[in-house]
């Protein structure tokens, strides 16, 4: 699957044709599982395409000799604001699945959130590399399922919790369902929970889900999760000034805003759309990120400068993984990396601290500005 994609590899320009490659790499049923979204995927579409909207405002004449990328989530040090989202089952991208895109994150010196639907064992993940993980959780029917993946994780070392809160029932993915996808043996629930199902029809993951999550489950809820752990807890898939205020007052320790990389609810909006919102109710008081539709370092810039503290980026890591194992989803970051510091340089910021609301205008400024 890999040598045919070395040559081409090479000339690769920009994140966005690795997507291609791993198209002409991966069998459809699971390039289909990696880039589709629910329904009419117009979400899908929407949090890429709501980054074309924002422009900056570049100051100049500012000493821009060096640029400084750096910055710090929950304490930890990273090396600019990318880290790895969680996403499922990378084994159907690369033999050596999530250890290689934690190793990658070593090498980049990044975050990596592991999936709870990962192919490879919360240990593997720990033992492959010693760069900071947090593992993200889903909350199960069987609560025991969740609790002892959360002791797991803490034992092996990793630094959080990221909690997925806007996964009730999974999302109406379509090319699932037509492509009738089987829901893998995943190693992590040996013993727990069985995810090895072959519905008669429709899709596996769905048959999954909806034996597994806890649709019941709710801001209350959450005192059963600080009880279980001593790690610090990010609630992802926040959408609403409202939300992220019940988040707050739940005691989090940060937020991701997030629509699952439009899986869930067609037709909720872009992510970066209703950033400025959360951060505005949030304040400074717990950091925010974001995810989904992040493509270009530019799009790293416009997140910061609408507030976000650091980026998540999941789809190009898998494309970079179909690619390269290790070395494409490195590749990824850097590149990522590499643009957002050039946008930095050209917008007239050394460092982090330097960006702010003024470097970028929205859709809605400009429009009010030609009433």
Request: charged content about 25%; overall charge positive.
């Amino acid at each position: 699957m890999f040598l045919h994609l070395s040559f081409i590899w090479i000339k690769i320009v920009n994140v966005n044709e690795f997507q291609e490659l791993a198209k002409q790499a991966l069998p459809k049923i699971y390039y289909d599982f990696y880039s589709g979204g629910a329904e009419d995927q117009h979400t899908l579409k929407e949090n890429v395409e709501a980054f074309t909207r924002i422009m900056f405002r570049p100051r100049v004449l500012v000493d821009v000799s060096k640029i400084d990328t750096s910055t710090r989530i929950l304490g930890y040090p990273i090396s600019s604001p990318i880290m790895i989202a969680p996403a499922a089952m990378h084994m159907l991208a690369h033999p050596e699945g999530e250890t290689a895109a934690a190793k990658a994150a070593a090498a980049c010196n990044t975050i990596m959130i592991v999936s709870f639907m990962a192919s490879c064992t919360i240990e593997e993940v720990a033992s492959s590399c010693n760069t900071v993980k947090f593992l993200q959780i889903y909350v199960y029917k069987q609560r025991e399922v969740t609790a002892q993946m959360v002791k797991r994780a803490e034992k092996a070392g990793f630094k959080a919790i990221v909690l997925t809160v806007d996964v009730p029932k999974l999302g109406r993915r379509e090319a699932d369902i037509k492509n009738k996808l089987i829901s893998p043996k995943l190693k992590n629930f040996e013993g727990l929970f069985s995810t090895e199902l072959r519905p008669s029809e429709g899709s596996g993951m769905e048959a999954v889900a909806s034996r597994g999550l806890d649709a019941s489950f709710s801001w209350k809820d959450i005192e059963w999760l600080r009880s279980i752990t001593k790690l610090q807890i990010l609630v992802k898939g926040i959408l609403t000034r409202e939300d992220a205020l019940k988040a707050v007052e739940a005691g989090v320790d940060g937020i991701v805003v997030s629509n699952h990389g439009a899986r869930q609810l067609d037709y909720s909006p872009a992510t970066i759309t209703v950033l400025e919102e959360v951060v505005h109710v949030v304040g400074r008081r717990i950091p925010v990120l974001l995810e989904g539709g992040i493509r270009r370092g530019t799009d790293v810039f416009k997140a910061l400068a609408l507030g976000a503290k650091a980026v998540l980026i999941g789809r190009p890591v898998v494309y970079g993984l179909v690619a390269k194992g290790e070395d494409g989803v490195k590749k990824v970051i850097d590149m990522l990396k590499n643009e957002f510091e050039l946008t930095m340089a050209l917008s007239g910021c050394p460092t982090i601290h330097d960006i702010t609301r003024n470097h970028v205008r929205t859709e809605d400024e400009r429009l009010h500005s030609m009433l």
